[in-house]
């Protein structure tokens, strides 16, 4: 299988934007006519007329214009804003992760597949199996979201030591701006660099704080990315 796991240093810190962003840079460049878009547990989803309905992944769904149904892009689902085995202990019932490993096996091997984790790498989805696990069962390499804010440097190189523990590949970071500049702290003007010291994974965009999030305003940014590290990784 050929893509991308997106992960982030928090929960908040722009996974779902930095999805849509590698996904739209795929499709602009043209090719890769085949990238889909999965974000397999999501937490917190609205309840619309008794049904759960998933915001991040009704998002990447319409922004790639997918039009696989969100029951295949979100297969699980939890209505209360928690990590996922609180979520389902709280509504009485256990996420099956064979399941969610199954539903990628479908996948065709020339489709490109941009998957959103859920909160950071030590979120537990059941006892004992975190996000960093669901990575490894899918091996793909990782895109790590880092909040640009005080405190990243902390988060990030954990995040990076814990995925070196679990022997995940890391194709690199995205910062990401959250805040307009006047909101920022003043470690944004050297988060990156502290980081391109104190590691060889690259940072592989700097994604400036973008306003409202559609599919032209992302087409817009995608010149913030390293193409040619996203590219060597879907050989
Ligand atoms: N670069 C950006 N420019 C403008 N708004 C952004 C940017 N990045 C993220 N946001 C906004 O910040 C909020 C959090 O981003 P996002 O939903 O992508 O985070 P997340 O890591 O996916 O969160 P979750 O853990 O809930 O899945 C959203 O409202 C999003 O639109
Ligand atoms: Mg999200």
Do not use: W
């Not at 996948?107 to 696990?133: M, R």
């Not at 995040?159 to 006047?182: D, P, R």
Request: net charge negative.
């Amino acid at each position: 299988m050929k893509g991308f796991f997106i992960t982030g240093t928090d929960t908040g810190v722009g996974k779902t934007v930095v999805s849509a962003l590698i996904a739209v840079l795929l499709k602009e460049k043209g090719f890769f006519p085949d990238v889909i878009v999965r974000k397999p547990i999501e937490t917190g989803c609205a309840i619309v007329n008794n049904e759960l309905v998933p915001g991040d992944g009704h998002l990447l769904k319409t922004i790639t214009g997918s039009d696989e149904s969100l029951d295949i892009i979100t297969p699980v689902r939890f209505s209360h804003p928690l990590a996922p085995m609180a979520a389902a202990a709280y509504e009485g019932t256990t996420i099956d992760i064979a399941e969610i490993i199954n539903s990628f096996k479908s996948i065709d091997s020339s489709s490109v597949v941009i998957v959103e984790g859920v909160g950071g790498l030590l979120v537990p989805i059941t006892k004992g199996f975190f996000v960093s696990d669901l990575i490894r069962e899918l091996s793909l390499p990782v895109i790590l979201v880092s909040s640009n804010r005080l405190g990243t440097i902390n988060h990030t190189l954990l995040s990076l030591e814990h995925m070196k523990n679990k022997a995940v590949a890391v194709a690199g970071i995205v910062f990401n701006n959250t805040h307009t500049t006047g909101e920022q702290d003043i470690s944004v003007n050297t988060n990156i660099e502290q980081i391109r010291q104190l590691t060889d994974v690259p940072v592989i965009a700097s994604l400036p704080f973008l306003g409202s999030i559609n599919y032209n305003v992302l087409a817009a940014a995608i010149k913030t990315v390293d193409y040619g590290i996203i590219r060597s990784f879907l050989k």
